[in-house]
């Protein structure tokens, strides 16, 4: 299993100068729990259940729910839903979500403190695929996450809107936009590169970067290193590495780059 601190540090890796997602997620395989933290109206935890059962997600989990899972009114909007709404399990606090879940995403639409870098749906798949028991994490409708949970969080994830940190999402929204962006199917696994080889590329780019003057002899070795980093945070394939090779090849063979 990987550890905490492991998913922590690929999350960081993973940021926006590296776009290439690893595919290896698997909608049917690697489905996560939407987690509610106190929904407050039956008519949206309706609606969640029924974007849930739409889009192939059954774990349902409620923390300290505001209002009546079994409801009347709750059960009219679940619909197709209301097994996963009849199967929800509840508990009493956010802490008590890491003993079942291995890898937890909270949502949260503001940024700051614990808020530095947060995905968009589209981009859950490849920390998603790591895990065995992942879960996305919902605060209420009128609060959010606080502080103190989303620091429980493994990673962070929001729904982009045009208005900013000022847009705001009603939570069944919410649930359906991340239920469909986790439902599409993964890509076909990409040949890996070899470890060794991005390694030798990395050092022969340092190298030409250092004749052609970009790079200064002393700042070599940490090039180096930091281009072994991206390499590795991109998840590079074989095929695409050899394009690199080719690319560089072509470079160097130039006269401005000796």
């Known amino acids: 299993m990987i550890s ?22 698997d909608a049917r395989m690697n489905r996560p729990a939407i987690v509610l933290v106190q929904p407050r109206y039956p008519v949206n935890l309706g609606l969640a259940c029924r974007a849930m059962a739409n889009f192939g997600l059954s774990d349902l989990v409620l923390v300290a729910p505001r209002c009546d899972p079994a409801c009347t009114r709750a059960k009219k909007f679940a619909l197709r839903g209301a097994a996963v709404l009849g199967n929800a399990a509840v508990l009493s606090t956010v802490e008590d979500l890491r003993p079942r879940y291995d890898f937890l995403v909270g949502t949260t639409r503001l940024g700051g403190r614990y808020r530095s870098h947060r995905f968009p749906p589209q981009e859950l ?16 409708e009128s609060r959010g996450l606080n502080d103190r949970e989303l620091a429980a969080m493994d990673a962070l994830a929001t729904l ?7 847009g705001s999402v ?15 199917p993964g890509a076909a696994p990409a040949a890996p590169s070899d470890p060794a080889e991005r390694r030798r590329f990395a050092s022969s780019l340092a190298d030409g970067l250092t ?3 970009v790079l200064k ?42």
């Open 4 to 25: 905490i601190a492991d998913r922590r540090a690929y999350c960081n890796l993973f940021s926006p100068l590296v776009r290439r997602p690893i595919p290896c997620y």
């Open 211 to 213: 004749r052609a003057g």
């Open 217 to 258: 002899p002393g700042d070599r070795r940490h090039g180096r290193g930091r281009l072994y980093a991206i390499l590795e945070g991109s998840a590079i394939g074989e095929r695409d590495l050899r394009f690199l090779w080719r690319m560089l090849r072509e470079w160097e063979a130039r006269p401005s780059a000796r």
């Open 125 to 140: 798949p490849p920390l998603l695929a790591h895990a065995r028991r992942p879960a996305i994490v919902f605060g209420n």
């Open 170 to 184: 009603n939570l069944a929204v919410a649930v359906a936009l991340f239920a469909y962006a986790l439902s599409r």
């Open 160 to 166: 982009p809107t045009e208005a900013g940190e000022k």
